[in-house]
């Protein structure tokens, strides 16, 4: 079955910086868009950043434009999350979601594929 292997997650202080990675099994990116979600307990899951498969369009939530930054690189075929000054309430499961013919960048049901999510904990 097609999915994404993320990698990256792991406990940070406030303030810190984490890179994720998400490579897909099965499938190239290269035609897809691509993005991350993370889902904290008790919570909806919800759209973080988004890239696009054609011109590289980026989106990101209010809460992380200016510290979270995503990127592609076709040629490893890897998609990338670099997180900085990270907060508290950034703590959460992070998904990387791959969609063909994903037109809101934000609404998980638009999304094909998905991984198995990696832990990100930002605590003191």
């Known amino acids: 079955q097609l999915h994404f292997v993320e990698s990256g997650g792991g406990l940070v202080q406030p303030g810190g910086s984490l890179r994720l990675s998400c490579t897909p099994s099965?499938?190239?990116?290269?035609?897809?868009?691509i993005a991350w979600f993370r889902q904290a307990p008790g919570k909806e899951r919800e759209g973080v950043s988004g890239?696009?498969?054609?011109?590289?369009?980026?989106n990101y939530a209010d809460s992380v434009k200016g510290r979270f930054s995503i990127s592609r690189d076709n040629a490893k075929n890897t998609v990338y999350l670099q997180m900085n000054s990270l907060k508290v309430e950034d703590t959460g499961v992070y998904f990387c979601?791959?969609?063909?013919?994903?037109?809101?960048?934000?609404?998980?049901?638009?999304?094909?594929?998905w991984g198995q999510g990696t832990q990100v904990t930002v605590s003191s």
């Open positions: 099965g499938f190239n990116i290269d035609y897809y868009a």
């Open positions: 890239i696009g498969f054609s011109d590289d369009i980026t």
């Open positions: 979601a791959a969609g063909y013919d994903a037109d809101t960048w934000n609404v998980p049901e638009e999304y094909d594929y």
